[in-house]
């Protein structure tokens, strides 16, 4: 099974500040899928950034990027230019190309302050 | 909106009970999948239904029950109700087929589910 770890449980930033979020991932597939997903107060989930991992490029979203290390099976979210409405929990999630379950860690709550 | 619905949006019942929590997934996603977010457990995948059949199970409880209709819409049946089931319930569709792959998942806003 695939376990995803998020070692940060809380982070603060300032506005304006960037911010980097921790993930790593422990699978024996070669081919398979991560994402960052953002859930705020309102307990909504949002999808905030999708990387393939066949893909070498990090993906970017906006202020939001990835560093992918396959190698060292790490996936980490950096935000730049933090936002107050960036405060929210964010959870890393992997998922098998076969497109079944989301594999979530235990999430990072993440505090912007003024 | 991620164009997932979700019904209803507050559930409170009693112990022993039965509920039925409703999902209808956005336009053209054949997948449909439910997930558990308890404060003990987190962000857990129950079950995923695809253009109708059950494609995947994970930690589901017997007492617990899924569907996906002809219309795509799915429900989630939980019975016997016990205590620890309170959680909120979210829903999440996809595009997927063995063609293409798999695709991100999109959430509905989730049943908050509590049992007193």
Redesign the interface.
């Known amino acids: 099974a695939q376990t995803v770890t998020q070692s940060q449980p809380e982070m603060s930033v300032q506005e304006a500040e960037t911010v980097t979020l921790s993930c790593t991932y422990d699978t024996s597939e070669n081919n398979y899928?991560l994402?960052w997903?953002k859930q705020p107060p309102s307990?909504?989930?949002?999808?905030v950034i999708?990387q393939e991992a066949y893909k070498q490029q990090n993906a970017t979203e906006n202020r939001f990027s990835v560093n992918f290390q396959k190698a060292a099976k790490s996936f980490s979210l950096k935000i730049s230019d933090s936002q107050l409405g960036d405060t929210a929990m964010y959870?890393c999630a992997f998922?098998?190309?076969?497109?079944?379950?989301?594999?979530?860690g235990?999430?990072t709550s993440l505090l912007v302050t003024p | 909106d991620s164009g997932v619905t979700q019904t209803p949006k507050h559930l409170i019942t009693a112990t022993g009970q039965r509920v039925t929590l409703r999902c209808s997934p956005r336009s053209g996603d054949l997948s449909v999948y439910w997930y558990q977010q308890s404060l003990d457990q987190g962000l857990q995948f129950l079950i995923q239904y695809y253009n109708g059949e059950e494609r995947a199970k994970g930690n589901i409880l017997e007492r617990f029950s899924a569907q996906q209709f002809p219309d795509l819409h799915s429900e989630l049946n939980l019975s016997s109700l016990e205590l620890g089931d309170s959680a909120l319930y979210f829903c999440a569709s996809s595009v997927v087929s063995v063609a293409v792959g798999a695709y991100e998942q999109y959430f509905g806003p989730g049943t908050r589910l509590t049992v007193t």
Do not use: T, V
Not at chain 1, 43 to 47: E, F, K, N, S, T
């Open positions: 899928y994402f997903y307990r909504q989930m949002i999808l999708r959870f998922m098998k190309p076969s497109g079944d379950a989301l594999n979530f235990k999430g």
